[in-house]
Protein backbone atom coordinates (compact mmCIF):
# COMPACT_ATOMS: atom_id res chain seq x y z
CA UNK A 1 0.00 0.00 0.00
CA UNK A 2 1.53 3.19 -1.01
CA UNK A 3 0.80 5.30 2.42
CA UNK A 4 1.30 8.79 0.91
CA UNK A 5 -1.26 8.63 -2.17
CA UNK A 6 -4.03 7.89 0.49
CA UNK A 7 -6.81 10.98 1.08
CA UNK A 8 -8.25 11.86 3.99
CA UNK A 9 -11.21 8.95 4.20
CA UNK A 10 -8.75 6.44 2.56
CA UNK A 11 -5.96 6.85 5.90
CA UNK A 12 -8.63 7.44 8.47
CA UNK A 13 -10.20 4.07 7.64
CA UNK A 14 -6.90 2.45 7.48
CA UNK A 15 -5.74 3.81 10.84
CA UNK A 16 -9.52 2.29 12.30
CA UNK A 17 -9.09 -1.30 10.77
CA UNK A 18 -5.34 -1.31 11.87
CA UNK A 19 -3.69 -1.90 8.57
CA UNK A 20 -1.78 0.96 9.25
CA UNK A 21 -0.21 3.00 12.15
CA UNK A 22 -0.24 6.85 12.61
CA UNK A 23 3.82 6.48 13.12
CA UNK A 24 3.92 4.75 9.94
CA UNK A 25 1.38 6.91 7.95
CA UNK A 26 3.53 10.05 9.31
CA UNK A 27 6.95 8.46 8.41
CA UNK A 28 6.05 7.55 5.10
CA UNK A 29 5.42 11.19 4.13
CA UNK A 30 8.12 12.54 6.11
CA UNK A 31 10.28 9.74 4.47
CA UNK A 32 9.07 10.81 1.03
CA UNK A 33 9.83 14.71 2.04
CA UNK A 34 13.28 13.53 2.62
CA UNK A 35 13.53 11.96 -0.99
CA UNK A 36 11.86 14.45 -3.11
CA UNK A 37 11.17 17.46 -1.68
CA UNK A 38 14.92 18.98 -2.99
CA UNK A 39 12.97 18.88 -5.97
CA UNK A 40 10.00 20.55 -5.36
CA UNK A 41 11.09 22.93 -2.22
CA UNK A 42 7.08 22.59 -1.07
CA UNK A 43 8.85 22.78 2.89
CA UNK A 44 10.83 25.99 4.49
CA UNK A 45 10.13 24.19 8.05
CA UNK A 46 9.77 20.69 8.76
CA UNK A 47 8.74 19.57 11.92
CA UNK A 48 9.86 16.06 12.36
CA UNK A 49 9.76 15.41 16.35
CA UNK A 50 6.31 17.51 16.71
CA UNK A 51 4.75 15.54 14.09
CA UNK A 52 5.97 11.97 15.28
CA UNK A 53 4.77 12.61 18.28
CA UNK A 54 1.25 13.67 17.01
CA UNK A 55 0.76 10.48 15.73
CA UNK A 56 2.02 8.66 18.76
CA UNK A 57 -0.71 10.26 20.30
CA UNK A 58 -3.42 8.52 17.93
CA UNK A 59 -1.72 5.33 18.45
CA UNK A 60 -2.21 5.26 21.66
CA UNK A 61 -5.52 6.34 21.56
CA UNK A 62 -6.44 3.80 18.93
CA UNK A 63 -4.83 0.96 21.18
CA UNK A 64 -6.61 1.87 23.77
CA UNK A 65 -9.86 0.87 21.61
CA UNK A 66 -10.85 5.13 21.42
CA UNK A 67 -12.89 6.74 18.66
CA UNK A 68 -10.76 8.77 16.88
CA UNK A 69 -11.82 11.68 14.81
CA UNK A 70 -11.50 11.83 11.21
CA UNK A 71 -8.14 13.98 11.11
CA UNK A 72 -6.36 11.90 14.31
CA UNK A 73 -2.81 10.87 12.93
CA UNK A 74 -3.38 12.45 9.57
CA UNK A 75 -0.41 15.09 8.40
CA UNK A 76 -0.56 17.94 6.56
CA UNK A 77 1.05 21.07 5.90
CA UNK A 78 0.48 25.03 7.01
CA UNK A 79 1.86 27.64 4.84
CA UNK A 80 4.39 29.56 6.75
CA UNK A 81 2.17 32.66 7.64
CA UNK A 82 -0.07 30.72 9.63
CA UNK A 83 1.25 30.41 13.27
CA UNK A 84 1.99 27.07 14.63
CA UNK A 85 3.21 27.78 18.31
CA UNK A 86 6.93 27.03 18.97
CA UNK A 87 7.37 26.64 15.34
CA UNK A 88 9.63 29.08 12.93
CA UNK A 89 6.83 31.24 11.11
CA UNK A 90 9.20 33.46 8.64
CA UNK A 91 6.31 34.34 6.29
CA UNK A 92 8.89 33.65 3.26
CA UNK A 93 10.50 36.52 4.11
CA UNK A 94 14.17 37.41 5.37
CA UNK A 95 12.85 39.76 7.94
CA UNK A 96 10.94 37.16 9.63
CA UNK A 97 13.53 34.32 8.91
CA UNK A 98 14.48 33.95 12.88
CA UNK A 99 10.56 34.60 14.23
CA UNK A 100 9.39 31.44 16.17
CA UNK A 101 5.71 31.59 16.77
CA UNK A 102 4.47 32.54 20.31
CA UNK A 103 1.15 30.72 20.21
CA UNK A 104 -1.33 28.75 17.56
CA UNK A 105 -3.59 30.22 14.52
CA UNK A 106 -7.38 29.18 15.98
CA UNK A 107 -7.28 26.97 13.09
CA UNK A 108 -4.46 25.21 14.15
CA UNK A 109 -5.80 24.82 17.52
CA UNK A 110 -8.95 23.05 15.88
CA UNK A 111 -6.96 20.62 14.00
CA UNK A 112 -4.51 20.18 16.89
CA UNK A 113 -7.73 19.27 18.78
CA UNK A 114 -9.03 16.74 16.27
CA UNK A 115 -5.08 15.28 16.77
CA UNK A 116 -4.01 16.32 13.32
CA UNK A 117 0.04 15.95 12.46
CA UNK A 118 1.73 18.89 11.48
CA UNK A 119 4.31 17.69 8.52
CA UNK A 120 5.95 21.29 8.58
CA UNK A 121 5.60 24.72 7.16
CA UNK A 122 5.17 25.37 3.31
CA UNK A 123 7.20 27.84 1.12
CA UNK A 124 4.78 30.52 0.05
CA UNK A 125 5.29 34.20 -2.11
CA UNK A 126 6.48 36.68 0.57
CA UNK A 127 4.16 37.83 2.76
CA UNK A 128 1.36 36.21 0.18
CA UNK A 129 2.61 39.04 -2.51
CA UNK A 130 2.52 36.89 -5.79
CA UNK A 131 1.30 34.20 -8.07
CA UNK A 132 3.80 31.99 -8.61
CA UNK A 133 5.53 31.23 -5.51
CA UNK A 134 8.65 32.57 -7.17
CA UNK A 135 8.83 35.97 -4.85
CA UNK A 136 10.10 33.91 -1.53
CA UNK A 137 13.31 34.82 -0.14
CA UNK A 138 14.68 30.97 0.40
CA UNK A 139 13.96 30.37 -3.22
CA UNK A 140 11.01 29.20 -5.85
CA UNK A 141 8.67 25.90 -5.91
CA UNK A 142 8.64 24.15 -8.82
CA UNK A 143 5.70 22.54 -9.92
CA UNK A 144 5.43 18.55 -9.46
CA UNK A 145 3.68 18.62 -12.66
CA UNK A 146 6.51 19.66 -14.60
CA UNK A 147 9.73 21.27 -12.61
CA UNK A 148 10.18 24.13 -15.23
CA UNK A 149 6.81 25.58 -14.63
CA UNK A 150 5.49 27.46 -11.13
CA UNK A 151 2.65 25.94 -8.57
CA UNK A 152 0.95 29.16 -8.55
CA UNK A 153 1.07 31.38 -5.13
CA UNK A 154 0.91 32.56 -3.25
CA UNK A 155 0.20 29.24 -1.41
CA UNK A 156 2.48 27.32 -3.94
CA UNK A 157 4.22 25.27 -0.93
CA UNK A 158 0.99 23.71 0.05
CA UNK A 159 -0.39 23.20 -3.33
CA UNK A 160 2.72 21.18 -4.51
CA UNK A 161 3.04 18.97 -1.37
CA UNK A 162 -0.28 18.02 -1.94
CA UNK A 163 -0.14 17.51 -5.30
CA UNK A 164 3.69 16.10 -5.18
CA UNK A 165 1.64 13.40 -2.08
CA UNK A 166 3.94 15.27 0.77
CA UNK A 167 1.33 15.70 2.81
CA UNK A 168 -2.37 14.50 2.95
CA UNK A 169 -3.65 18.16 3.10
CA UNK A 170 -2.62 21.48 3.96
CA UNK A 171 -4.06 25.13 5.16
CA UNK A 172 -3.29 27.98 2.21
CA UNK A 173 -4.30 31.48 2.52
CA UNK A 174 -6.66 33.00 0.09
CA UNK A 175 -6.43 37.17 -0.39
CA UNK A 176 -6.94 37.22 -4.71
CA UNK A 177 -6.67 33.61 -5.69
CA UNK A 178 -3.94 32.11 -3.53
CA UNK A 179 -5.19 29.22 -3.04
CA UNK A 180 -7.52 28.51 -6.05
CA UNK A 181 -4.44 29.41 -8.17
CA UNK A 182 -1.82 27.13 -7.25
CA UNK A 183 -5.04 24.71 -6.66
CA UNK A 184 -5.43 24.82 -10.56
CA UNK A 185 -1.63 24.89 -11.41
CA UNK A 186 -1.15 21.72 -9.80
CA UNK A 187 -4.46 20.13 -9.92
CA UNK A 188 -5.62 19.50 -6.65
CA UNK A 189 -8.41 21.06 -5.36
CA UNK A 190 -8.76 24.49 -3.34
CA UNK A 191 -11.30 25.97 -1.47
CA UNK A 192 -11.67 29.75 -0.83
CA UNK A 193 -14.24 30.16 1.97
CA UNK A 194 -16.53 33.06 2.67
CA UNK A 195 -15.08 35.93 4.38
CA UNK A 196 -15.29 35.40 8.05
CA UNK A 197 -16.05 31.76 7.71
CA UNK A 198 -12.58 30.77 9.51
CA UNK A 199 -10.94 32.76 11.90
CA UNK A 200 -7.79 34.55 10.62
CA UNK A 201 -6.53 34.80 14.25
CA UNK A 202 -2.57 33.73 14.11
CA UNK A 203 -2.75 34.71 9.93
CA UNK A 204 -0.02 36.94 9.49
CA UNK A 205 -1.85 39.45 7.66
CA UNK A 206 -1.28 40.80 4.66
CA UNK A 207 -4.85 42.80 3.67
CA UNK A 208 -7.17 42.41 6.45
CA UNK A 209 -10.32 42.81 4.86
CA UNK A 210 -9.55 40.24 2.22
CA UNK A 211 -7.37 37.42 3.81
CA UNK A 212 -9.15 33.86 4.32
CA UNK A 213 -7.75 30.33 5.19
CA UNK A 214 -8.76 27.98 3.60
CA UNK A 215 -8.07 23.92 2.72
CA UNK A 216 -5.94 22.29 -0.56
CA UNK A 217 -6.47 18.93 -0.83
CA UNK A 218 -6.58 15.88 -2.81
CA UNK A 219 -10.38 15.49 -3.24
CA UNK A 220 -13.41 17.82 -3.00
CA UNK A 221 -14.75 15.27 0.07
CA UNK A 222 -11.50 16.01 2.02
CA UNK A 223 -11.84 19.71 1.57
CA UNK A 224 -15.04 19.36 3.65
CA UNK A 225 -14.00 17.03 6.36
CA UNK A 226 -11.13 20.25 6.99
CA UNK A 227 -13.73 22.86 6.45
CA UNK A 228 -15.76 21.48 8.55
CA UNK A 229 -13.64 21.45 11.13
CA UNK A 230 -11.61 24.57 11.30
CA UNK A 231 -14.75 26.86 10.46
CA UNK A 232 -16.79 28.77 12.83
CA UNK A 233 -17.00 32.09 15.20
CA UNK A 234 -13.57 32.87 17.24
CA UNK A 235 -13.76 35.58 20.09
CA UNK A 236 -10.26 36.10 19.20
CA UNK A 237 -11.11 37.37 15.22
CA UNK A 238 -14.20 39.88 15.69
CA UNK A 239 -14.74 39.38 11.63
CA UNK A 240 -15.54 35.45 11.96
CA UNK A 241 -19.04 34.56 12.05
CA UNK A 242 -20.74 31.48 12.32
CA UNK A 243 -22.82 30.15 9.04
CA UNK A 244 -26.48 30.87 9.15
CA UNK A 245 -27.02 29.81 5.42
CA UNK A 246 -26.26 26.15 5.29
CA UNK A 247 -27.36 24.66 2.38
CA UNK A 248 -28.97 20.83 2.71
CA UNK A 249 -26.63 18.58 0.87
CA UNK A 250 -27.48 18.15 -3.06
CA UNK A 251 -24.90 15.58 -3.79
CA UNK A 252 -27.16 13.74 -6.74
CA UNK A 253 -29.94 16.18 -7.62
CA UNK A 254 -28.74 18.97 -10.33
CA UNK A 255 -31.68 18.82 -12.24
CA UNK A 256 -32.93 22.17 -10.93
CA UNK A 257 -28.95 23.64 -10.78
CA UNK A 258 -29.04 27.25 -12.07
CA UNK A 259 -25.42 27.58 -13.16
CA UNK A 260 -24.43 31.30 -14.09
CA UNK A 261 -21.42 31.35 -17.08
CA UNK A 262 -20.36 35.24 -17.13
CA UNK A 263 -19.59 35.55 -20.76
CA UNK A 264 -16.64 38.13 -19.98
CA UNK A 265 -15.04 35.86 -18.30
CA UNK A 266 -14.50 33.93 -22.04
CA UNK A 267 -13.37 36.77 -23.42
CA UNK A 268 -9.68 37.98 -25.01
CA UNK A 269 -6.99 36.44 -23.07
CA UNK A 270 -8.06 33.15 -21.82
CA UNK A 271 -5.95 30.37 -23.40
CA UNK A 272 -8.12 28.62 -26.58
CA UNK A 273 -7.21 25.23 -24.42
CA UNK A 274 -8.26 26.21 -20.84
CA UNK A 275 -11.60 27.93 -22.19
CA UNK A 276 -12.10 24.29 -24.15
CA UNK A 277 -11.59 21.88 -21.45
CA UNK A 278 -12.92 24.55 -19.12
CA UNK A 279 -16.78 24.85 -21.09
CA UNK A 280 -16.55 21.20 -21.88
CA UNK A 281 -16.84 20.76 -17.85
CA UNK A 282 -19.30 22.82 -17.91
CA UNK A 283 -21.26 21.21 -20.56
CA UNK A 284 -20.58 17.73 -18.18
CA UNK A 285 -23.53 19.71 -15.73
CA UNK A 286 -25.52 20.37 -18.49
CA UNK A 287 -25.48 16.81 -19.75
CA UNK A 288 -26.37 16.36 -15.91
CA UNK A 289 -29.39 18.22 -16.26
CA UNK A 290 -28.28 21.59 -15.01
CA UNK A 291 -29.79 24.85 -16.36
CA UNK A 292 -27.19 27.32 -18.24
CA UNK A 293 -27.39 30.25 -18.03
CA UNK A 294 -25.18 33.25 -19.23
CA UNK A 295 -24.53 35.93 -17.61
CA UNK A 296 -22.96 39.68 -17.00
CA UNK A 297 -20.95 41.08 -14.61
CA UNK A 298 -19.55 44.16 -16.10
CA UNK A 299 -18.31 45.93 -12.78
CA UNK A 300 -16.31 42.70 -11.80
CA UNK A 301 -14.78 42.18 -15.15
CA UNK A 302 -13.80 45.44 -15.94
CA UNK A 303 -12.79 46.98 -12.28
CA UNK A 304 -11.97 44.06 -9.72
CA UNK A 305 -8.51 43.60 -10.46
CA UNK A 306 -7.39 47.64 -10.40
CA UNK A 307 -9.79 48.13 -7.20
CA UNK A 308 -7.90 44.97 -5.87
CA UNK A 309 -4.26 46.39 -6.27
CA UNK A 310 -5.61 49.34 -5.07
CA UNK A 311 -7.31 48.34 -1.43
CA UNK A 312 -4.66 45.26 -1.16
CA UNK A 313 -1.35 47.32 -0.98
CA UNK A 314 -3.51 49.90 1.28
CA UNK A 315 -3.89 47.53 3.71
CA UNK A 316 -0.46 45.99 2.83
CA UNK A 317 0.91 49.09 3.61
CA UNK A 318 -1.10 49.38 7.11
CA UNK A 319 -0.05 45.78 8.22
CA UNK A 320 3.50 45.87 7.42
CA UNK A 321 4.50 48.79 9.27
CA UNK A 322 5.07 46.36 12.36
CA UNK A 323 8.05 45.59 10.95
CA UNK A 324 10.44 48.30 11.78
CA UNK A 325 13.64 46.47 13.06
CA UNK A 326 12.20 47.62 16.91
CA UNK A 327 10.22 44.63 17.89
CA UNK A 328 10.92 41.30 16.32
CA UNK A 329 11.79 39.94 13.23
CA UNK A 330 15.46 41.18 11.31
CA UNK A 331 17.00 44.31 12.68
CA UNK A 332 20.40 45.85 11.41
CA UNK A 333 21.01 46.61 15.11
CA UNK A 334 21.52 42.55 15.43
CA UNK A 335 23.65 42.27 12.65
CA UNK A 336 26.26 44.83 14.48
CA UNK A 337 26.08 47.35 11.01
CA UNK A 338 25.87 50.74 11.42
CA UNK A 339 22.42 52.51 12.17
CA UNK A 340 23.54 55.96 12.85
CA UNK A 341 19.79 56.87 14.12
CA UNK A 342 16.17 55.78 14.62
CA UNK A 343 15.24 56.37 11.05
CA UNK A 344 18.02 54.46 10.13
CA UNK A 345 17.28 51.55 11.83
CA UNK A 346 13.68 51.57 10.59
CA UNK A 347 14.51 52.18 6.96
CA UNK A 348 18.15 50.02 6.17
CA UNK A 349 16.14 47.14 8.28
CA UNK A 350 13.07 47.14 5.80
CA UNK A 351 14.94 47.70 2.78
CA UNK A 352 17.22 44.76 3.40
CA UNK A 353 14.37 42.60 5.38
CA UNK A 354 11.28 42.80 2.45
CA UNK A 355 12.44 41.50 -1.00
CA UNK A 356 10.76 43.61 -4.32
CA UNK A 357 7.89 42.87 -4.52
CA UNK A 358 6.76 43.78 -0.76
CA UNK A 359 8.57 47.17 -0.99
CA UNK A 360 6.72 47.63 -4.01
CA UNK A 361 3.28 46.80 -2.88
CA UNK A 362 4.05 49.20 0.13
CA UNK A 363 4.91 52.03 -1.42
CA UNK A 364 1.79 51.60 -3.88
CA UNK A 365 -0.17 51.53 -0.93
CA UNK A 366 1.51 54.36 0.81
CA UNK A 367 1.33 56.64 -1.91
CA UNK A 368 -2.73 55.60 -2.68
CA UNK A 369 -3.10 56.60 1.42
CA UNK A 370 -0.90 59.82 1.20
CA UNK A 371 -2.30 63.46 1.25
CA UNK A 372 -4.00 64.55 -1.72
CA UNK A 373 -4.47 61.14 -3.25
CA UNK A 374 -6.51 59.00 -0.64
CA UNK A 375 -9.96 60.07 -2.45
CA UNK A 376 -8.90 60.10 -5.77
CA UNK A 377 -7.73 56.26 -5.44
CA UNK A 378 -8.63 54.54 -2.42
CA UNK A 379 -12.16 55.89 -1.54
CA UNK A 380 -13.04 55.07 -4.82
CA UNK A 381 -11.99 51.90 -5.17
CA UNK A 382 -13.76 51.29 -1.96
CA UNK A 383 -16.95 52.96 -4.00
CA UNK A 384 -16.44 50.39 -7.07
CA UNK A 385 -15.74 47.37 -4.37
CA UNK A 386 -19.73 48.31 -3.40
CA UNK A 387 -20.93 48.24 -7.42
CA UNK A 388 -18.68 45.14 -7.84
CA UNK A 389 -20.43 43.13 -4.90
CA UNK A 390 -23.80 44.73 -6.45
CA UNK A 391 -22.76 42.99 -9.87
CA UNK A 392 -22.80 39.53 -7.57
CA UNK A 393 -26.06 40.37 -5.64
CA UNK A 394 -27.90 40.89 -9.05
CA UNK A 395 -26.50 37.60 -10.96
CA UNK A 396 -27.00 35.72 -7.77
CA UNK A 397 -31.14 36.56 -8.21
CA UNK A 398 -30.84 34.57 -11.53
CA UNK A 399 -28.52 31.45 -10.63
CA UNK A 400 -27.76 29.21 -7.93
CA UNK A 401 -23.22 29.53 -8.64
CA UNK A 402 -20.91 30.84 -11.03
CA UNK A 403 -19.01 28.95 -13.09
CA UNK A 404 -15.66 30.53 -14.57
CA UNK A 405 -11.61 29.13 -15.26
CA UNK A 406 -9.90 29.63 -12.07
CA UNK A 407 -6.85 30.82 -14.64
CA UNK A 408 -6.51 32.05 -17.54
CA UNK A 409 -4.04 29.95 -18.11
CA UNK A 410 -1.87 26.82 -17.35
CA UNK A 411 1.09 26.97 -15.09
CA UNK A 412 3.66 28.98 -16.53
CA UNK A 413 7.36 28.83 -16.70
CA UNK A 414 9.72 30.09 -13.74
CA UNK A 415 10.65 33.37 -14.44
CA UNK A 416 8.30 34.15 -17.23
CA UNK A 417 6.73 36.51 -15.71
CA UNK A 418 8.46 37.97 -12.75
CA UNK A 419 10.29 40.38 -14.47
CA UNK A 420 6.72 41.99 -15.36
CA UNK A 421 4.85 42.40 -12.61
CA UNK A 422 1.95 43.74 -14.09
CA UNK A 423 1.42 40.48 -15.92
CA UNK A 424 2.01 38.40 -12.97
CA UNK A 425 -1.09 39.87 -11.75
CA UNK A 426 -3.17 39.62 -14.82
CA UNK A 427 -3.22 35.33 -13.67
CA UNK A 428 -5.40 36.10 -10.84
CA UNK A 429 -8.24 37.77 -13.22
CA UNK A 430 -11.23 35.70 -12.75
CA UNK A 431 -10.52 35.23 -8.60
CA UNK A 432 -9.74 39.25 -6.98
CA UNK A 433 -13.68 39.63 -7.42
CA UNK A 434 -14.22 36.90 -5.18
CA UNK A 435 -12.37 38.27 -2.40
CA UNK A 436 -13.21 41.75 -2.95
CA UNK A 437 -16.89 40.85 -2.24
CA UNK A 438 -15.68 38.04 0.53
CA UNK A 439 -18.13 35.05 -1.49
CA UNK A 440 -16.61 31.13 -1.39
CA UNK A 441 -15.13 29.78 -4.43
CA UNK A 442 -13.29 26.70 -4.93
CA UNK A 443 -11.49 25.37 -8.00
CA UNK A 444 -11.73 21.42 -8.90
CA UNK A 445 -9.39 20.11 -11.84
CA UNK A 446 -11.20 19.40 -14.89
CA UNK A 447 -8.65 18.57 -17.56
CA UNK A 448 -5.13 19.43 -18.99
CA UNK A 449 -4.02 20.89 -21.52
CA UNK A 450 -0.52 18.48 -22.31
CA UNK A 451 0.47 17.61 -18.86
CA UNK A 452 -0.34 21.30 -17.47
CA UNK A 453 -3.62 20.59 -14.99
CA UNK A 454 -6.40 22.84 -15.84
CA UNK A 455 -9.07 24.71 -12.95
CA UNK A 456 -12.58 24.86 -13.21
CA UNK A 457 -13.90 28.11 -10.33
CA UNK A 458 -17.04 27.32 -8.17
CA UNK A 459 -18.64 30.77 -6.93
CA UNK A 460 -21.51 30.35 -4.61
CA UNK A 461 -23.66 32.64 -2.14
CA UNK A 462 -22.28 33.60 1.17
CA UNK A 463 -21.68 31.19 3.35
CA UNK A 464 -22.90 28.31 0.75
CA UNK A 465 -19.86 26.42 1.22
CA UNK A 466 -21.93 22.77 1.16
CA UNK A 467 -23.26 23.58 -1.67
CA UNK A 468 -20.50 24.81 -3.57
CA UNK A 469 -18.68 21.40 -2.32
CA UNK A 470 -21.61 19.24 -3.24
CA UNK A 471 -21.80 20.54 -6.33
CA UNK A 472 -17.83 20.52 -7.19
CA UNK A 473 -18.50 16.79 -6.08
CA UNK A 474 -20.76 15.77 -8.81
CA UNK A 475 -18.22 16.40 -11.32
CA UNK A 476 -15.08 14.75 -9.47
CA UNK A 477 -17.12 11.39 -8.78
CA UNK A 478 -18.47 11.67 -12.53
CA UNK A 479 -15.03 10.54 -13.50
CA UNK A 480 -15.11 12.99 -16.35
CA UNK A 481 -12.10 13.95 -16.06
Do not use: W
Not at 72 to 82: E, H
Amino acid sequence: MELHKLTITQAHQGLVKREFSAVELTKAFLDRIEKLDKKFFAYLTITKNLAISQAKTTDSLILREKEIPILAGIPLAVKDNILVEDVRCTAASKILESYIAPYDATCIKKLKAQGAVILGKTNMDEFAMGSSCEHSAFGPTKNPHDLTRVPGGSSGGSAAAVAGNLCCYALGSDTCGSIRQPGSFCGVVGLKPTYGAVSRYGLIAMASSLDQIGPITKTVKDAKIVFDVISGKDPFDSTSVESKSKVKSQKSKVDDLRIGVPKEYFAKGIDPEVEKIVKSAIKKYEALGANIEEVSLPYSTEHALATYYIIMPSEVSANLARYDGIKYGYSVTSNRQQATSLLDVYLKSRAEGFGEEVRRRIMLGTYALSAGYYEAYYLKAQKIRTLIRKDFERVFKKVDVLMTPTSPTPAFKLGEKIVDPLLMYLSDIYMGAVNLVGLPAVSIPCGKVTNLPVGLQIIGKPFEEDRILDIAGIFEKSNCL
